[in-house]
């Protein structure tokens, strides 16, 4: 473990890497190395026996729940990506959602009345403040330049010291997307995702919480808000997806949901790139399953901060000619 003592502050020398000095969104909240391990915090922190997870999620979900020994069960959603709850939850169980696409509010205010030991996994939904007393986790990379961070609100601490994560060798991807482009920096981008896996619970490396704290929250939301509005006012139509979006939810993405396959391949060549969620849910579920339909045919669109209106109006010229 590398250990810093608290030092004099330096005066003199190099100058530094500068970045705007302003608020976390998140300031009172737990800060964790990543989502998967602020999960782990609140499933040993509350002794879980087992918990339900959604068929519709991220594999690395499963990684704190397996490291624990916790039983799983898998539950399905339905057309609305609502669950489809149709079991008990003993007390000593948990139950976790994914606020999906940062559009499941109203979901999640439903669930939160009616569903004990709730977990919400807000890593789509950066900008959907947590309730009170209910448990909730965030994964910052997903809506911001950074290697890693996660936020976590849980209604029991732990006891433990983490250890400070530190992150500066895994910015590459970063940088070098500035310096040539976010093609050359994809590389160090799979390879720095790769670094996040089996980790301890750590706290938020000072890198990560530096660049959160240069961040004009406001101006991002509000961008996201507007991408979005312009992306559903123009697809909304053609989108199979009912999408029910309150204008500040500031969502991750535009989920486009579509007949028609290979949309994400026929972007490439425009310098559009979709990610796909989740290529592990193919793995999960058979071929009849709503799950496995919406990784298949789910086209998430960008909408984050670094868009303005020409680059949706060029987005949906491109759509519009391949849909
Ligand atoms: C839905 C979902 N939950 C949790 C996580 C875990 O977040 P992190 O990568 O910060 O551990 C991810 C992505 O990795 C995710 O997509």
């Known amino acids: 473990m590398r250990h ?70 898998f539950y399905t959603i339905d057309k609305n990506l609502d669950p489809v709850i ?17 559009i499941k509010q109203l979901t999640v205010n439903r669930l939160s009345k009616e569903i004990p030991n709730l977990i919400i996994d807000a890593s789509q939904a950066f900008f959907s403040r947590p ?23 849980s209604n029991i601490l732990s006891t433990a010291k983490f250890e400070k994560d530190i992150s500066y060798d895994r910015i590459s991807h970063l940088t070098k997307s500035i310096d040539l482009s976010v093609e050359e920096g994809y590389k160090n981008f799979v390879e720095n ?7 301890p619970i750590k706290r938020m490396s000072s890198l990560t919480k530096r660049i959160l704290s240069s961040i004009d929250y406001e101006d991002c939301r509000r961008i996201r808000n ?23 939810d500031a969502p991750m993405c535009y989920p486009l949901l579509l007949e028609k396959e290979t949309i994400s391949k026929k972007l490439i060549s ?15 579920t058979t071929t009849k399953m709503f799950e ?32």
């Open 4 to 73: 810093y003592p608290k030092r004099t502050k330096a005066i003199g020398g190099y100058i530094e890497l500068q970045l705007p000095k302003g608020e976390e969104y998140y300031p009172s909240l737990i800060k964790l190395n990543t989502g998967r391990n602020a999960l782990e915090y609140i499933l040993k922190v509350n002794n879980y026996s087992s918990i339900y997870i959604p068929y519709f999620t991220c594999e690395v979900v499963l990684e704190p729940i397996k490291k624990l020994g916790i039983q799983y069960y």
């Open 86 to 102: 149709d079991f008990h939850i003993a007390p000593t169980e948990c139950f976790l959602y994914t606020n999906y696409f940062g």
């Open 131 to 153: 309730l009170p007393q209910i448990d909730t986790f965030y994964s910052c990379r997903k809506f911001f330049g950074v290697a890693d961070g996660a936020y976590l609100q």
């Open 193 to 199: 995702n790769l670094v996040l896996d089996k980790n």
């Open 226 to 248: 507007q991408n979005f509005k312009t992306l559903h006012h123009a697809l909304s139509d053609k989108n199979n997806l009912e999408i029910n979006f309150a204008d500040d």
């Open 270 to 284: 425009k310098r559009v790139y979709i990610p796909t969620f989740w290529p592990n849910v193919l793995r999960w």
């Open 292 to 323: 496995n339909y919406l990784t298949q045919h789910l086209v998430s669109l960008p909408i984050d901060h670094r868009y303005d209106d020409d680059d949706m109006q060029r987005l949906i010229n491109y759509l519009k000619q391949i849909i």
